[in-house]
């Protein structure tokens, strides 16, 4: 008889809560040291109920192990919480945490959501009810320092027990306070021995600055960007960086032992239950960081739900449509509709309420007619577009277009991008289409969708021309400054072009009425910017591209103009007013006195601009000296000068 002491129990491994599909199975484990101890589960409805016992009833079992397993979960269950009672012969007893069962309802998602079917000729749309799945997280709480340059690493452990059926995805939670993230490599090792590179220095770049992990989460759903498209601390979800070479041979993609040599996470999924191992290493230093937790989640499928679907006119349950169906619970049917029908899928089992989802499939009929296209011809700097007419069947066609770059001996798919739109509609866009493309020939094949592939209709091939687009070039002479009394000239020269060119000048974006010769004369008047665009007989146009500013000299902002003099008694008065605008509402006045000093003109003005023009008519007064007095709205003087009226 071997006698051994009595080590009193300790908690090693709490329960995790469970997300679980109406219906499906959750299991709660927990794992302790010392003496071997019994266990006891209990539950309570809600987080402030009373404790009791499970029972030994359906659907629980394992109440007095380790592990409590719920199978068949009614919706009832949602927000449980369940906890073990531990105990043995020298210790106890003791209680683990509450862990809490959420239930969800019942769900269904037909797929395809829509479809289109082409009646005589077209495979009938299956229509499929997918796996129910259930979803468990496996945490590790276990704060630890990360060893700094130091290749071997920390590794974290989660035992993951209840996945049944195949695991459909994956997510790795992890919380890390480091100041430099970028030199922290996180690997994955699933229990099928396969290591996923998570982290390879925030996707290859070790950008500085980066501090710490918050909720970053690596996720095996489609879509998802890189860790380095957002800033630090990277919370959000991310695809993994899946790096299975080093950039560094000195920075491996993962602690000693885990090097990747997988790149996705469905290559971890084969084997699901059984020790997934988290490792991380730092190789730069000098920077300390600690790993805080992380929480390891599957989702995987149970037994394929089945389902009732409505209405049953045109559904079958073999592919060759000719077995109908007859209403019973099925995974899938078949559907060849004569019209356009919304089909509805019903799923209910003993246990769960009621799920339905619906799709819809468009009815479409073979493409025929003759279709054709039109040749086309553009300017260099404008759009061209082939449209295809002459068909009949559909409504729904797909279109591929084709380009001939060799006379018709070889056609290639086109796409989008490079400013071609449309390749797949039946219209096909080119922009600016360059010389090098005159003579390209553009065809398109069009097929009903949901058809066989015998239906494809091709059409005939259409010839691109092109025409060079005008080239304009702007100056201005003398100045690109005016003041008062002088002006200035723009000028277009235009080139690539033999035939008729109109002008149309454009004053801070709104066309110049009148402007349309190649010259344009500006005055204060015409302070802006100016374009002109030109178009010639090919119906080409451009505009110039460098756009001419004109201002007010810096001679000119402080000066009083009175011009022209001598003069016969009219003449106009301008001064610089900065705040001026066709909508503001300041105002000047102008008073005209004789040799004598005495007042004899008096006229007040609305400023519409910097320099406004005030004109001024005295013909009645004679001719002599005058002296011009510019005031403000209130009456305060501003400037003065004399003007000579003959």
């Known amino acids: 008889m071997n006698i051994g002491p009595c080590v009193p129990p300790a908690l090693t491994t709490q329960p995790q809560n469970a997300s679980i599909s109406c219906g499906g199975t959750a299991t709660f484990t927990v794992a302790t040291s010392g003496t071997a101890s019994t266990f006891t589960w209990q539950f309570r409805p809600t987080a402030s109920g009373v404790w009791t016992d499970v029972p030994a009833l359906a659907p629980y079992s394992g109440q007095n192990t380790a592990t409590l397993t719920i199978t068949n979960a009614p919706i009832t269950l949602n927000g449980?919480?369940?906890?073990a009672i531990f105990t043995n012969p020298c210790g106890?007893?003791?209680?683990?945490?509450?862990?809490?069962?959420?239930?969800?309802?019942?769900?269904i998602s037909i797929t395809p959501t829509t479809a289109n079917y082409c009646t005589g000729s077209g495979t009938p749309v299956l229509i499929t009810v997918p796996n129910s799945s259930n979803t468990l997280q496996f945490t590790n709480t276990a704060s630890a320092t990360i060893p700094d340059g130091v290749l071997a690493g920390l590794t974290k452990t989660f035992t993951v027990t209840g996945v049944t059926g195949t695991v459909t995805g994956a997510r790795l939670i992890l919380n890390v306070t480091h100041p430099y993230v970028s030199d922290v490599i996180v690997a994955l090792k699933a229990p099928n021995g396969n290591v996923l590179n998570l982290d390879?220095?925030?996707s290859g770049t070790f950008v500085a600055n980066t501090a710490n992990l918050v909720n970053t989460t690596f996720t095996s759903a489609a879509g998802a960007p890189l860790m380095s498209s957002a800033p630090?601390?990277?919370?959000?979800?991310?695809?993994?960086?899946?790096?299975l070479v080093p950039i560094n041979p000195g920075i491996p993609t993962g602690p000693t032992g885990f090097a990747a040599n997988v790149n996705t996470?469905?290559?971890?999924?084969?084997t699901p239950n059984g020790t997934w191992t988290l490792a991380m290493y730092d190789y730069g230093t000098p920077d300390v960081g600690t790993f805080n937790n992380a929480t390891l989640e599957l989702t995987f499928g149970a037994a394929p739900a089945t389902g009732v679907f409505s209405p049953l006119t045109d559904l079958f349950t073999d592919a060759a449509g000719t077995i109908p169906d007859t209403?019973?619970?099925?995974?899938?049917?078949y559907a060849a509709p004569a019209a356009t029908t919304t089909y509805t899928g019903v799923v209910s089992t003993a246990t769960c309420a009621a799920g339905s989802s619906t799709t819809t499939i468009t009815v479409n009929t073979v493409a025929g007619g003759t279709p054709t296209v039109a040749n086309a011809g553009g300017c260099t700097n404008g759009n061209t577009s082939f449209t295809v007419t002459g068909l009949t069947g559909g409504p729904?066609?797909?279109?591929v277009w084709e380009v001939s770059t060799d006379g018709g001996t070889s056609y290639t798919t086109v796409t989008n991008g490079g400013g071609v739109s449309g390749a797949t509609t039946a219209t096909l866009t080119i922009a600016n289409p360059t010389a090098s493309m005159a003579g390209n020939l553009?065809?398109?094949?069009?097929?009903?969708?949901?058809?066989?592939g015998t239906t494809t209709l091709t059409s005939n091939a259409a010839t691109l021309t092109t025409v060079s687009a005008p080239v304009v070039v702007t100056s201005v002479a003398p100045t690109t400054s005016v003041m008062p009394g002088t002006t200035t000239t723009l000028t277009a020269a235009v080139s690539g072009t033999n035939g008729t060119v109109t002008y149309q000048w454009f004053r801070n974006g709104v066309a110049v009425p009148g402007a349309t010769s190649n010259m344009l004369v500006v005055g204060v008047d015409g302070l802006g910017t100016y374009t002109v665009r030109v178009s010639d007989a090919n119906g080409c146009s451009a505009v110039s591209s460098t756009p001419l500013e004109i201002s007010i000299s810096a001679a000119a902002s402080n000066n009083f103009f009175i011009y022209p003099s001598p003069n016969n008694g009219v003449f106009q008065v301008r001064y610089y007013n900065a705040t001026a605008t066709a909508t503001s509402t300041d105002a000047a006045m102008i008073n005209v006195f004789d040799a004598k000093g005495t007042r004899v003109y008096t006229q007040r003005y609305a400023l519409t601009g910097p320099y406004t023009q005030m004109n001024v008519n005295m013909g009645t007064h004679g001719g002599g000296v005058y002296t011009v007095e510019l005031s403000d709205s209130r009456g305060d003087r501003l400037k003065t000068g004399s003007v000579i009226v003959y």
């Not at 449980?80 to 906890?83: L, V």
């Not at 630090?232 to 790096?243: E, K, L, N, Q, V």
Request: hydrophobic share 35%.
């Open 80 to 83: 449980y919480q369940y906890r």
């Open 92 to 107: 106890g007893p003791d209680a683990s945490n509450a862990a809490t069962l959420t239930v969800n309802p019942l769900s």
């Open 200 to 202: 390879y220095g925030v």
């Open 232 to 243: 630090a601390p990277y919370t959000g979800s991310f695809r993994p960086d899946a790096r």
């Open 265 to 270: 996470f469905a290559q971890l999924f084969s």
């Open 327 to 333: 209403g019973t619970a099925v995974s899938h049917v």
């Open 396 to 399: 729904n066609f797909t279109y």
């Open 442 to 452: 553009y065809r398109v094949k069009v097929t009903g969708a949901g058809c066989a």
